[in-house]
């Protein structure tokens, strides 16, 4: 079992940042994806980015490519989601989540085995 933990949310207006983070636990040495989910208020949950336990393979949700960048730190059992460029689109609850696969990534929330809580992003003036 992988337990993940988001943080880093909040209110930034249009054009602001803010940076994700999403620190595992659980399964000391096993590789693992990471992907990062949102749902707007009153819409389906979306992917918005995933990236391999390697980082050799990342893949983005078409709306947020060149704003959103997602990374990881393996040492820190830490993935980041930094967002650029915020627009009131973005807002919503963020969730990194895992499939606990190795060499692969989804941005379909079906494979998913292991779910955060969330952290809350709002983009408004």
């Known amino acids: 079992q992988l337990q993940l933990v988001e943080s880093g949310g909040g209110l930034v207006q249009p054009g602001g940042s803010l940076r994700l983070s999403c620190i595992a636990s659980g399964l000391t040495g096993k590789p693992y994806d990471i992907s990062w989910f949102r749902q707007a208020p009153g819409k389906e949950r979306e992917g918005v980015a995933c990236?391999?336990?390697?980082?050799?393979?990342?893949d983005y949700k078409d709306p947020v490519k060149g704003r959103f960048t997602i990374s990881r730190d393996n040492g820190k059992n830490t993935a980041y989601l930094q967002m650029n460029s915020l627009k009131p689109e973005d807002t919503g609850n963020y969730y990194c989540?895992?499939?606990?696969?190795?060499?692969?990534?989804?941005?379909?929330?079906?494979?998913?085995?292991?779910w955060g809580k969330g952290t809350l992003v709002t983009v408004s003036s």
């Open positions: 989540a895992s499939g606990l696969v190795d060499g692969g990534c989804t941005l379909s929330s079906g494979g998913m085995k292991n």
């Open positions: 990236i391999t336990y390697s980082g050799r393979a990342i």
